[in-house]
């Protein structure tokens, strides 16, 4: 299982931005995948995920604001950024979890990709 996040970059407040979580060796709609992120000095938090039964969930930080999507024939998860704040800023990861059910909390998943940095300036 191999996955890969891009998309991150600089922005100013209130700009857009699109991770793109691209995945191999799994069937996309057969797991869940969820997004977190790490600011310095602080802990890593949940910002959004999507099931296998394409039910997504998001963190209140970012309702509104975020939406996560799903490619099931490119086998990609899609995390839309509109309206970016300065504490948004963050090195921002993509994760499996194979059982399907994606929750906000990182210890349950299995896979993970690497980060892409994701910065607001005001």
């Known amino acids: 299982v191999q996955l890969q996040a891009s998309g991150g970059g600089l922005v100013q407040a209130g700009g857009s931005l699109r991770l793109t979580c691209a995945t191999s060796g799994v069937t996309p709609d057969h797991y869940a995948t969820g997004w977190f992120r790490q600011a310095p000095g602080k802990e890593r938090e949940g910002v959004s995920g999507i099931n296998s039964d394409g039910n997504t969930f998001y963190a209140d930080s970012v309702k509104g604001r975020f939406y996560i999507s799903r490619d099931n024939d490119r086998a990609t998860v899609y995390l839309q950024m509109n309206s970016l704040k300065p504490e948004d800023t963050a090195v921002y990861y993509c994760?499996?979890?194979?059982?399907?059910?994606?929750?906000?909390?990182?210890?349950?998943?299995?896979?993970w990709g690497q980060g892409t940095q994701v910065t607001v300036s005001s």
């Open positions: 994760a499996i979890d194979l059982s399907g059910t994606a929750t906000m909390w990182d210890y349950e998943y299995d896979h």
